[in-house]
């Protein structure tokens, strides 16, 4: 296996049938494994050793789950399911198991299942260049930018290592994003932010506005202002994080499992049923099929009812 065909099976891992259309358990098990190959020099793992840290990572930073069980055990999914080209499961008696096995956490614990990335796979991954670029791949094809710091630091990855290594290897499988979407929303939301008004300027320069994606770009989110808002740079994070979210009739949802202290961190409560601020006349909505997207995808809605 070279390089580049390892990246290419990255592109196109098969997608898990989770009942949603967003399902980042995959790729972020498989970053999880290169921050473990990064620290330890191997990417050999028991369940047990990582069903809580990439079951926290999926609960972060994938969709919301209903049972409590089940968010504690959701590393089982990519553990048995990631695709045998680049994995090797095994149990304690070192005999294969097959991706057909249940997504069961206590089998999984029972059989004393142990698994690590394939030698040819670890080999190409020794090098911090490769590794930085398949990194970069799933960052880039799974998530959007608001997130990469964070996930890059609970994977114990470090993100400037990935924004300087290996660009060449990445920059033509990425998805070019328009250059003036940012200047068209900033100037539709009249360069404040549509929750909270934040406003700032240095000089003539808005300075902690950014133009927040409602569908992500890496899953086929438009560069349209049909689809962008203008926000804060906290309000962008927090939306893209799922804490805050919209509904149909463009009022702010703050999520249920969100909670605070301070009167800072308090203050997010009162955005609650808020309106959201609306464009300049003339310019595009807020499309409804980007919107609920996004309530189902991305915001951590009641638990009660979530997929």
Not at 178 to 204: I, K, P, S
Request: aromatic residues 6%.
């Amino acid at each position: 296996m070279t390089v580049d065909e390892l990246l290419r099976r990255l592109t196109t891992l098969r997608r898990a049938t989770t009942g949603t259309g967003r399902a980042p358990h995959k790729p972020l098990l498989l970053l999880w494994l290169l921050g473990r190959l990064s620290e330890t020099g191997s990417s050999t793992v028991t369940y047990d050793e990582a069903a809580e840290p990439v079951s926290r990572l999926i609960n972060d930073f994938g969709p919301t789950v209903a049972s409590p069980a089940r968010a504690r055990d959701r590393a089982a999914m990519p553990f048995v399911h990631l695709e045998r080209e680049l994995w090797d499961l095994r149990d304690l008696h070192g005999e294969p198991i097959g991706p057909g096995v249940s997504e069961s956490g206590a089998l999984l614990r029972r059989r004393e299942a142990h698994g690590r990335l394939r030698p040819e796979v670890e080999k190409i991954l020794a090098d911090p260049r490769s590794r930085a670029a398949a990194a970069r791949v799933l960052l880039d094809r799974h998530f959007t930018p608001a997130l990469e710091g964070a996930i890059c630091a609970a994977a114990g990855l470090d993100l400037t290592d990935l924004e300087l290594a290996a660009y060449d290897m990445v920059a033509a499988r990425r998805r070019t994003r328009r250059a003036g979407f940012t200047e068209e929303v900033l100037r539709a939301y009249a360069y404040a932010c549509a929750m909270c008004g934040f406003d700032g300027a240095l000089g003539r320069n808005p300075v902690g506005l950014e133009a927040a994606h409602v569908r992500w770009h890496s899953h086929e989110g438009p560069d349209e202002v049909s689809n962008g808002i203008a926000l804060c740079s906290l309000h962008h994070t927090l939306f893209d994080l799922g804490v805050l979210g919209l509904t149909l009739e463009l009022r702010i949802r703050v999520s249920e499992l969100y909670v605070a202290r301070s009167p800072a961190g308090l203050a997010l409560d009162d955005l609650h049923d808020q309106p959201l601020s609306t464009p300049r006349p003339g310019r595009p909505a807020l499309d409804a099929v980007h919107l609920r997207w996004h309530g189902r995808e991305v915001f951590k809605g009641d638990t009660a009812t979530a997929a």
